[in-house]
């Protein structure tokens, strides 16, 4: 499945962004879907993930409580709903995809799609 990441920008610390991913290619509603991101210097790390009926969702601990993952399988849609945002969320965030849920997490043989800049200012 090919992913396309959008909504990143630059927002003050304290404030909300959203993001979206479009789904194009095989069936997305068989897909478990997530966030990961990548802050300058660091290595990519699991955000958050769906399950592919949108019933189970995980995040990491540093994002719980003010992140919210969604999907739409009618729209072939996933969206990150980032809310009182830190200066330490600012990375670029890829849109992550898997037939095994579990894999999101460790972020292993998943497909990737290109990213997109969230900046929090303090």
């Known amino acids: 499945v090919q992913l396309q990441a959008s909504g990143g920008g630059l927002v003050q610390a304290g404030g909300s962004l959203r993001l979206s991913c479009a789904a194009y290619?095989?069936?997305?509603?068989?897909?478990?879907m997530g966030w990961a991101r990548q802050a300058p210097g660091k290595e990519r790390e699991f955000v958050a993930a769906?399950?592919?009926?949108?019933?189970?969702?995980d995040y990491a601990d540093s994002v719980k409580g003010r992140f919210a993952i969604s999907r739409d399988n009618e729209k072939n849609s996933v969206s990150l709903q980032m809310n009182t945002l830190k200066p330490e969320d600012t990375a670029v965030y890829y849109c992550?995809?898997?037939?095994?849920?579990?894999?999101?997490?460790?972020?292993?043989?998943?497909?990737w799609g290109p990213g997109t800049q969230v900046t929090v200012s303090s």
């Open positions: 992550i995809a898997d037939l095994e849920y579990w894999r999101l997490a460790v972020l292993v043989g998943i497909d």
């Open positions: 290619g095989r069936a997305f509603s068989n897909y478990h």
């Open positions: 769906i399950s592919w009926s949108g019933v189970d969702t």
